[in-house]
């Protein structure tokens, strides 16, 4: 989870690495790195703990030499704390070579002592610089960087992509990837890498995928790309379809600000050209990998993921099988293959990842696609290793999330569950024609709906603002609003470190209530009291039953909704809508609240500690 930029080609390579990595750091930020080849053909790197934004001041104060070839790290620390040793760069072959990693290799300790019976010695207590040592080992040998790389890879078990350069090799970038992302931004006379495109879809729009277990080697003029074993491998090019503009801050306080602000569009990008008056045409984009004979066959569904992302899993569990009548079960992906799932051929497996790259949900599709399910991947990010090792993927149109925390990429994959559930009725002849379209209409009326919920940013605020020495919060929901309860627990709990849970309102009086006392604060997502099944009374008596007990209640309720007025201290409103619809629109408060006392705390809405916004270790 650590985010990596290479470059050749004409530019200052520092100005390039650096602003790949300012756009990468949310993959990881306590410490940040960058090794060029400097005119005069010398290694020359800088390295720091800390954001990116003190090695960009050291690099300010002390500056590299100009240099046409480099590699930039951003890191989230796994094997040795953070600090300016293990840092990367790692160097090797007397410090003319440096290599930069991401993920964990396994078999660090056999190398290292492999090494250290040589005599070979290691200044940081990372499992990189073992790669980084073998390397310069291998380039003693072969004095060739694509061969010594290609006799180191072999060697390393676990996960990693690996970025190297050699003093003696400029305008050569070399990189491998096993379990974890790499992508090849293509230019005219200039050419980069990254761990996601975000990294030069400034300078280029054109990017090749490397598969697993692949090498690239990048030099001004072209790529070469090879297997593993040396044998020529064709990339798949494809176009990026975001521009570098979406990944900025566009004026708004903090990426999150933004990206809540982008929620809106989130749905209707997603839901673009795949809906009609009568239904949903997901066709085209699900065969031939999940084609109508397989939908027909499906006998279960199982939605995995991780976070925020399993949470819309909860959502998408209600819709389908309201809708399509199929069983859904809801898993975390890092629970799933550690304990024996049944699986066959008509398990359907559904991924959800915003980043497509979550090493758990990586594994957990591997695993089900081992053992003959069909796997279909909701992924935000073009090309990512989910996306391409499924079956079939629907998209989610969100755009850059660039905030560590998940907001417009949950509402983008709630919608895209919702219109597989859609697609699963319609080839099923579950629903009738009247509730298709009732359904449709609902869909294309939440951008509209979402957009006056953001406009009460401001009574959001000051709600924040007002509990900013509040020391724990719970949050309640039922059916649809269980999962935003959930959702609005972990915002709280990664944005602004305060102790939240979010529970089943009906779980309460099963034990958490004894949690319940005077002063204590409980979101309650209020459902609403038009819907014919309603648990608005239900949840009216949560209420009364914490309130009792002296709760302070903080209600997210429908316009109108005047039964809750009694039991509320505060109440945010949120326009009417169906059932499964109004999740959409109460989550949006919470995900403000938790970025409004977050920034009420002084803290660092984007970049909350402890976290990186893609795991890509398990
Ligand atoms: C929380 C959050 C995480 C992610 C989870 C899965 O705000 O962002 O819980 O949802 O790590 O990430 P993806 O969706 O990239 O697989």
New binding site residues.
Partial sequence: MCGIVGYVGPRDAIEVLVGGLKRLEYRGYDSAGVAVIGGDGELATHKRAGKLGVLQRDLVAEPLPRSETGIGHTRWATHGGPTDVNAHPHLGDHGRLALIHNGIIENYAALRDELAAEGYTFASETDTEIAAVLLGREYGRTNDLVGAFRAVVGRLHGAFTLLAVHADEPGLVVGARRNSPLVVGLGDGEQFLGSDVAAFVQYTRRALAIGQDEIVAIRPDGIELMDFEGRPVQGEEYEIAWDASAADKGGWSSFMAKEISEEPDAIEQTLLGRLHDDGVDLDEELAPGIDDDVVRSITRILLL??????YSGLLGKYAIEKWAGVPVEVELAHEFRYRDPVLDAGTLVVS???????MD?LMAVRYAAERGARTLSIC?TQGATIARESDAVLYTRAGPEVA????K??SA?VIALYLLGLHLAQKRGTLGAEETRRLVADLRALPAQLQTVLESGGEVRELARSMSDTRSVLFLGRHAGYPIALEGA??LK?LAYIHAEGFAAGELKHGPIALIEPGQRVFVVVPSPRDRNSLHPKVISNIQEIRARGAHVLAVAEAGDVAVLPYADDVLRIPLAGPLFEPLLAVAPLQMFAMELAAAKGLDVDQPRNLA???TVE
């Fill in positions: 993921g991780a976070g925020t992302a399993s959800i990842s915003q980043s497509g790259e979550t949900t935000n560590v925390a998940s907001t990429a949950f994959q972990l915002k990664e916004k893609s795991v």
